[in-house]
């Protein structure tokens, strides 16, 4: 459905500069933007991708991944058929890259799915969802009177007027942190780094829950210099926020060789040194699948593959130390 877009200005000759996202799109009449999502119609930016589904289902709560958000719960996830970025490879290019089949779903008939799922909220994700601004926006405010959450995984490459107007209206993301290397940005994903990092901080500080995830992909960003400078710059934001590092597979356009297990076990052991929960996923290494307390190492919670079982919390606490984990339960 077509809807007028935000943050844009206008310029002469009907020709708009869209402010959403750090590509900040110069756009003459009748021309889409990146994300494939916003055109000019006649001097006015607008989207037609609002309310358009590319998938629904319900999924756990860990295949955001979120580990530390309602473990062991469901979450209805939906996304739009776009993204802002081009990631060489994006493991669902097939609906971010290039246009697939949508259906239409108001913001009150999405709410109701949701309500109908008995999930804990909605999960924007799948593609970028940023880009669905307007959608996610009126589909926050009646998830939030049903009392459901609302959860974004995303490439976190929004301006920071929007992503701040955003904020209050979620309860937790999952923000790609794709590398610590504007060239990597630029290259591989066809974007900046720094506005990521800004994001990062500005969701930490705004009180929702955040995890963070990075993608591994040899000889692209495995260099251990920028895994520290990655470490570090999680660490200085707080030591608990949850890190999943990620198996890269070859996928679209690129085809360097798989992530091997000996690369993921070193990042999980260095990272362990300075941050409290850090997680190996798209892997079948049992390493770094469960939750232990950082203050007295107890098991909190014990996965196998999307089976959770909280073991060792009593309520946000570890049960054995007291140890305030920050991991949002029921
Ligand atoms: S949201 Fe889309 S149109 Fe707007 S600046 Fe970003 S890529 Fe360009
Ligand atoms: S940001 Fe995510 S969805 Fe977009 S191209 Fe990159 S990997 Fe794909």
Redesign the pocket.
Known sequence: MIKP?E??DKLDDRKV?????????S?QPGS????????NRDGE?VTDNYGELVALAVDPIEKKPLYHFYPGTNILSTGPN?C?LGCLHCQNWSISQESAPTKYLSPEDLTQAAIDSGTIGVAFTYTEP??W?EYIKDVAQLLREAQLRVVLVTNG???PKPFQELLPLVDAMNIDLKGMNEQFYLKICKGKLAPVLDNIRAAYESGIHIELTNLIIPGENDDIAEIEKFIEFVASISANIPVHFSAYRPEYKMQNEPTPDSTLLELLELSRKSLNYVFLGNTRLSAGSDSNCPGCEALLIKRDGYKTEIVGMDRSDCARCGFKTMIRVN
Not at 17 to 25: D, G, I, K, N, S
């Open positions: 877009a943050w844009y500069v869209c402010r959403l996202c750090p590509a900040e799109c756009l889409k933007g990146i994300c494939r999502s916003r055109f930016l776009c802002n940023l880009i601004f490459y929004l301006n």
